[in-house]
């Protein structure tokens, strides 16, 4: 027998997750369907937020490299990436577990697989496991975010060829100077 709301929405990221919790503080008995492992969609896991997190340790370093310029002596500046990821998926890790918060403060019902519209009054999520969950709802919201595309004939391999999920999962930095491969990426 399928679970019964009165809203679902489809896609857990800042539009979905925002509206889903608005709606159940409205009064709503509501839904929300999220592919991804953990809420937040693209700009918490990997778009807006790692990007940010890495730019700003980025600028951090840069500005250290310069302090001596100033007047401010320190030993050598040294980047190491795998600490730089490991902050960048911390700071992750503290959004999306707070929007999962966010989801049982306000009791809105989080289904994890992706969500398809059966009929006009019901959602069918099909789980990772290929389990088949149908939710009945008076109001479907499409609210499924984005996904890197690629243009055709070129496919993302994450090495020589980068999707911007993959630019932000870099296990070495780019050769500035004197390009032995080309890197491109986009979203």
């Known amino acids: 027998m399928a679970e019964k709301f009165q809203a679902v929405v489809i896609g857990g990221g800042p539009g979905g997750y925002v509206c889903a919790i608005r709606l159940s503080q409205l009064g709503f008995k509501t839904a929300c369907v999220e592919a991804r492992n953990t809420l937040g969609g693209t700009c918490l896991n990997v778009g807006c937020i790692p990007s940010k997190s890495l730019l700003n340790l980025s600028e951090n370093f840069q500005k250290a490299k310069k302090l001596q ?29 707070g929007v999962e918060f966010l989801f049982k403060k306000n009791k809105v019902s989080h289904f994890n697989g992706t969500g398809s519209i059966a009929s006009a009054n019901e959602v069918l999520v099909t789980t990772k496991d290929n389990k088949k969950i149908s939710l009945n709802t008076d109001n479907i919201i499409i609210s499924t975010g984005s996904i890197p595309v690629e243009l055709p004939g070129i496919k993302f391999d994450e090495k020589i060829i980068l999707s911007s999920s993959g630019a932000l999962d870099l296990k070495s930095v780019p050769k500035k100077n004197g390009y032995s491969r080309r890197w491109i990426y986009w979203s």
Do not use: D, F, Y
Not at 69 to 96: A, P, W
């Open 69 to 97: 310029n100033l007047g401010i002596e320190v030993g050598e500046v040294k980047l190491n990436l795998e600490k730089m990821m490991k902050n960048k998926e911390k700071s992750v890790s503290i959004l999306t577990k």
